[in-house]
Nanobody, 120 residues
Framework: QVQLVESGGGLVQAGDSLTLSCAFS????????MGWFRQAPGKNRELVARINSSGSSTYYVDSVKGRFTISRDNAKNTVYLQMKSLKPEDTAVYYCAASFPGVPSSFNYWGQGTQVTVSS
């Protein structure tokens, strides 16, 4: 059974930094793609960043390129999202997601989310 638990959210000011963590419990973390999504009030959930199973390939939505970094530690079953130069428009609930083992094209397991609020 897969469980994802996010942590690290909070209230910060514009320009600050924050690092989110997602602890994975279950099997075969090292074979799964991982992603960070976010959902702001009244908006659809969007993919913010994703990383392949080995950590060798990443993707970012244009709005966070150069500011956010996704990484993973397969020895610790943890994925991170380092966020710098935060903007009020980054305010959202951030969700961690995991793919099926060896099937990176879709995310099927979700955490409960952590709130990030950026004040201007």
């Amino acid at each position: 059974q897969v469980q994802l638990v996010e942590s690290g959210g909070g209230l910060v000011q514009a320009g600050d930094s924050l690092t989110l963590s997602c602890a994975f419990s279950g099997r075969t973390f090292e074979t799964r793609a991982m992603g960070w999504f976010r959902q702001a009030p009244g908006k659809n959930r969007e993919l913010v960043a994703r990383i392949n199973s080995s950590g060798s390939s990443t993707y970012y939505v244009d709005s966070v390129k150069g500011r956010f970094t996704i990484s993973r530690d397969n020895a610790k079953n943890t994925v991170y999202l380092q966020m710098k130069s935060l903007k009020p428009e980054d305010t959202a609930v951030y969700y961690c997601a995991a793919s099926f083992p060896g099937v990176p094209s879709s995310f099927n397991y979700w955490g409960q989310g952590t709130q990030v609020t950026v004040s201007s």
